[in-house]
């Protein structure tokens, strides 16, 4: 039962398509819970909440917005945490920009965001919204490893309505590029720190002139820290991407550059820049000057350019320039060939972890401007993680495409807790102003890590804390144990950091008695190995860091169900409580906007389902509360009702959508609880609840039927109308009276 402090359960307040479906599953949820006792909470993480509340003293008393994050924070560190989170919003600095503006004409008095800020007003400004952009929700709340898995009702269902799968040919051009030298893979030292160098480290540029700026002081680490430095050769990404565009023209084949421009929020929107400026070339050439003078940011994209260059004196002649060099360079890999959004647009557009298994799926092909398919030239530029899509769609063009009828599961057991592995984010990763090196000294004055570097290159720093690395391993024992099928760790001997975990993780499974249940290969072997392994139709535990665990489980979900939104998510914090998270969120955009132009919402809560049962079963076993284990039970069998009746949202307009499907969750949620045994003051509650909703039915999804087809307006795109919201996603006047 909840105490008079913290609700039972904490559901998060997000952004885009998951935010819009809670507000039409959260009152059903909120109603059954309430019958167990159950308490549910809520607290805002949405991109929109963080950035009001990081202005408190610019807003009104009716305005302000408590700081939700940190609180969470602290909640996740406590025994008794129990938080179902929803995928949010990781946001480039397009998408902050678009939310700041969107507040600004609601009447939030909130600063612009300052490109380039001068006064201590613009620096205290942007020091704020850079602590908001990029992946700043997950290392905050992800006090705990991974374990990422299909629902076994789920991964049944994907096997008997197996999604479509586009055909693979051996001579397909379709390819990986990365490069070979000059990268972060390839410049990677690693250490694992003594106690004496334990403590506050710092990082230092030292100028050829002998000049020294701090660059980060007090980076704090305890003892059993492995710290990674690395860098990125400016020079030789421009080399290598001027390279990929010329192979990439000559093969007539798309170029495409795949990037996590949020999760790795310093380092990636960086590389973006390289390839806008790259690909445009002659433009920046030619008129370099005058776009700086303009505010024009090559990291914001192309989209950012051509709408300042609106406003130069000069812009028709530049925008002339733009396209006449466009339709020189190859054609280029779209988010939306409709409407001309190119894969260079938006740094956020493109993100590896779903466009690499969306076109590995469609059997190597991406869409061209010219709205057909076409092989294409994936650009990964550094070459950590490259090897798997490389090796991934090598394999494919020699035996074919999966087939999700007869093939086995990949699971993942991610190491992420107390921000581990958190590569190429803010605060330790540089643009470097001048040449020199960067070194990262200890706090007893060792010199840990030394690189020289050039201007403009991309130094960064990560580390991985000894606790949460001997609490994935375990994690990982206790995975295999429990499934008794292949388990590997994909560690690479040949990469510094790598090195440094197999020393860890070696004695850990040997102490325990269980080496010989766990192989350990490099990405690319396992890439290999985990494929062949799925094909014969058995299942394989993937044992990754913190990135890797980000694609793998896009990439295998998508090959076995078609979507990564329907995995089970268990975060298990490591101070005892639970965070259940419910899938991702990379297509969220595209349902908001048919949402708003037709009224249909085609995303799927499925994964929501998942996280529900497994917090209502945590939260009976940390609580003793009987009754909300009956209620996590009564959602396993409702989420089979949704599969076994095939009730899930479907994509086109006049369809059943995502409302829908929360009303036939409802229904069956209802009869599984009338009808169980366990308890009998639970079944004596939802008998009527059910009876009710079952004659009800047709008038219910007549009333939701009714709802699609016209345009709606929800008030806002970040920041949501709340009366307006659930106005348009409670549209059933029936459902409503009977849930309330």
Request: glycine share 8%; charged share 25%; with cysteine.
């Amino acid at each position: 039962m909840s105490d008079s402090h913290t609700p039972d359960i904490i559901y998060t307040k997000v952004d885009e398509a998951p935010e819009l479906a809670s507000h039409s599953l959260l009152p059903i949820i909120r109603t059954f819970a309430a019958a167990a006792g159950v308490s549910i909470g809520m607290k805002d993480i949405s991109l929109a909440g963080r950035i009001l509340a990081a202005f408190p003293e610019r807003l009104s008393d009716a305005q302000k917005q408590s700081d939700d994050l940190a609180e969470l924070g602290k909640l996740v560190k406590e025994p008794h945490a129990n938080v179902i989170k929803l995928p949010n919003i990781s946001a480039s600095v397009p998408q902050l920009v678009a939310a700041v503006k969107e507040l600004q004409a609601q009447g939030y008095d909130i600063p612009d965001y300052p490109d380039a800020p001068e006064t201590d007003a613009e620096k205290d400004a942007r020091a704020r919204y850079d602590a908001i952009k990029g992946s700043a929700v997950n290392p905050v709340l992800r006090e705990g490893n991974s374990d990422r898995r299909a629902a076994a009702a789920v991964k049944s269902y994907a096997m008997a309505n197996p999604h479509s799968m586009g055909g693979w040919s051996p001579d397909s051009k379709t390819r990986v590029a990365c490069m070979s030298d000059g990268d972060f893979f390839s410049n990677e030292t690693s250490t694992t720190l003594n106690g004496a160098q334990a403590g506050a480290a710092k990082i230092e540029h030292v100028a050829e002139d002998g000049s020294v700026t701090v660059l980060k002081d007090g980076v704090s680490f305890p003892e059993g820290t492995v710290v990674d430095a690395t860098y990125m050769s400016a020079a030789k990404l421009d080399a290598f991407l001027a390279e990929q565009i010329g192979a990439s023209k000559e093969d007539g084949i798309l170029f495409s550059l795949h990037m996590k421009a949020t999760m790795m929020k310093v380092s990636d929107p960086i590389i973006f820049g390289h390839a806008v400026k790259e690909f445009l070339k002659p433009v920046f050439e030619k008129y370099g000057e005058d776009l700086k003078a303009a505010g024009v940011n090559p990291n914001s994209g192309i989209k950012d350019l051509m709408a300042r260059i609106e406003d130069m004196p000069n812009g028709a002649e530049i925008k002339a320039e733009v396209e006449r060099v466009m339709a020189e360079r190859p054609p280029m890999y779209m988010v939306d060939s409709a409407k001309g959004i190119t894969n260079l647009h938006v740094p956020s557009d493109v993100i590896i972890d779903a466009s690499m298994p969306a076109l590995i799926r469609a059997g190597g092909k991406g869409w061209g401007p010219d709205d057909q398919q076409h092989d294409t030239n994936c650009v990964i530029p550094d070459s950590s993680y490259a090897p798997v899509y490389d090796e991934t769609i090598e394999y494919f063009k020699k035996t074919g495409a999966l087939d999700p009828t007869t093939s086995g599961t990949v699971q993942n057991i991610g190491l992420m807790a107390q921000k581990a592995e958190e590569y190429g984010s803010h605060p330790t990763t540089f643009e470097i102003p001048a040449n020199g090196k960067v070194r990262m000294i200890a706090a007893n004055g060792d010199v840990i890590h030394e690189h020289s570097v050039e201007a403009g290159d991309i130094w960064r720093s990560a580390s991985a804390k000894k606790a949460p690395i001997e609490d994935w391993v375990k994690l990982a024992i206790d995975r295999q144990r429990a499934e008794g099928c292949e388990a590997i760790f994909w560690l690479d001997e040949n990469r510094a950091h790598d090195a440094e975990l197999i020393k860890m993780v070696k004695p850990i499974l040997e102490a325990e008695g269980v080496a010989d249940k766990f192989q350990i290969m490099a990405p690319r072997e396992a890439t290999r190995q985990t494929l062949e392994t799925i094909r014969k139709g058995e299942n394989s535990i993937a044992i990754t860091g913190n990135v890797l665990r980000d694609y793998l489980t896009d990439l295998f979900p998508i090959l076995e169900l078609g979507t990564s939104a329907k995995m089970l998510s268990i975060v298990k914090l490591m101070n005892g409580g639970g965070l259940f998270e419910t899938g991702a969120g990379g297509s969220a955009p595209k349902h908001v906007q048919q949402l708003v132009e037709e009224n249909h919402l085609r995303w799927d809560s499925l994964g929501e389902f998942c996280a529900l049962a497994e917090s209502l079963k945590f939260l009976a076993d940390a609580r003793d509360n009987e009754k909300a284990r009956v209620l996590g039970e009564g959602v396993e069998a409702a989420t089979q009702g949704v599969l076994d009746n095939d009730r899930s949202p479907s994509r086109k307009v006049g369809q059943p959508d995502n409302r829908d499907s929360h009303f036939w969750f409802a229904l069956y949620w209802a009869q599984a609880l009338a009808t169980q045994t366990k308890d009998t003051e639970i079944a004596a509650h939802f008998a009527p609840i059910a009876k009710v909703l079952t004659e009800n039915a047709d008038a219910i999804v007549a009333e939701l039927a009714e709802a699609q087809g016209q345009a709606v307006d929800l008030g806002g795109y970040y920041h949501t109308d709340e009366a307006k919201t659930s106005a348009v996603m409670r549209p059933s006047k029936t459902l409503n009276d009977i849930i309330g």
